[in-house]
């Protein structure tokens, strides 16, 4: 199983990316997908996941960042809008099932700045 995160970058306060996260190697329906992200210094921490549950956010994020996938061509994407400071991370996306998170990307920077 590979996990492929992409759409990183620079961005003001404000602005907006959107991160892909493209699967292979298995059937991608069937996983829950999370995204994850870690910033200097810290642990990592959950953003949030979309799962045949329904799609949950992290406080932090909630309002500001969503989640959908495309099950046809296996990717995940975390739509992020009114990015602050603080949303700057390595941003990580994870396969899994029932949020057992066993494949892991490599991860994509996003900084944002003031």
């Known amino acids: 199983v590979q996990v492929v995160e992409s759409g990183g970058g620079l961005v003001q306060a404000g602005g907006s990316l959107r991160l892909s996260c493209a699967v292979s190697g298995t059937t991608f329906s069937m996983f829950d997908m999370g995204w994850f992200r870690q910033a200097p210094g810290k642990e990592r921490e959950f953003v949030g996941r979309?799962?045949?549950?329904?799609?949950l956010y992290a406080d932090s994020v909630k309002g500001r960042f969503s989640i959908s996938r495309d099950n046809p061509s296996s990717t995940v994407y975390l739509q992020m809008n009114s990015l602050k400071p603080e949303d700057t991370a390595v941003y990580y996306c994870?396969?899994?099932?029932?949020?057992?998170?066993?494949?892991w990307g490599q991860g994509t920077q996003v900084t944002v700045s003031s």
């Open positions: 979309i799962s045949w549950s329904g799609i």
């Open positions: 994870a396969a899994g099932i029932n949020n057992e998170y066993g494949y």
